[in-house]
C-alpha cells in the first residue's frame, strides 16, 4: 500500500488545517490507520489512530482539537486539526498498520 499525505501548510496560532491521506489500495482490511509527527530534533509521536472498527485514539496533547475520521470508499484517513498551537509544528505522517508510512507533510503554526 502506498500512501500519499498532504494538506499541511503554514498557519497562525488557533487556526485550522484538515490533513489528507490517501491509499492506493483499499483500507478495509487494515487494522488501523495511524497519524504520527515529528517536530525537529524530537522523536516521531503518536498523534491518532482510528481502528478498523471505527475507534479512535489521540495523544493527550491533542484531544479535544484534533479528530481523526476515514472514508473507506475514497480509500482516504483525515486529520482535522483546530485550535492550532505552534507547538503542533511538525511534519505529519500517515501509516497503515504501522508498516506503510506516507511521506509526510508540514504543518507550521505561526505564534
Known amino acids: 500500500v502506498q500512501l500519499q499525505a498532504f494538506g499541511g501548510g503554514l498557519v497562525q496560532a488557533g487556526g485550522s488545517l484538515r490533513l489528507s491521506c490517501a491509499a492506493s489500495?483499499?483500507?478495509?482490511?487494515?487494522?488501523?490507520m495511524y497519524w504520527y509527527r515529528q517536530a525537529p530534533g524530537k522523536q516521531r509521536e503518536l498523534v491518532a489512530a482510528?481502528?478498523?472498527?471505527?475507534?479512535?485514539n489521540y495523544a493527550d496533547s491533542v484531544k479535544g482539537r484534533f479528530t481523526i475520521s476515514r472514508d473507506i470508499a475514497k480509500r482516504s484517513v483525515y486529520l482535522q486539526m483546530n485550535s492550532l498551537k505552534p507547538e503542533d509544528t511538525a511534519v505529519y505522517y500517515c501509516?497503515?498498520?504501522?508498516?506503510?508510512w506516507g511521506q509526510g507533510t508540514q504543518v507550521t503554526v505561526s505564534s
Open positions: 482510528i481502528t478498523r472498527g471505527g475507534s479512535t
Open positions: 501509516s497503515a498498520d504501522l508498516c506503510y
Open positions: 489500495a483499499s483500507i478495509v482490511t487494515v487494522n488501523a
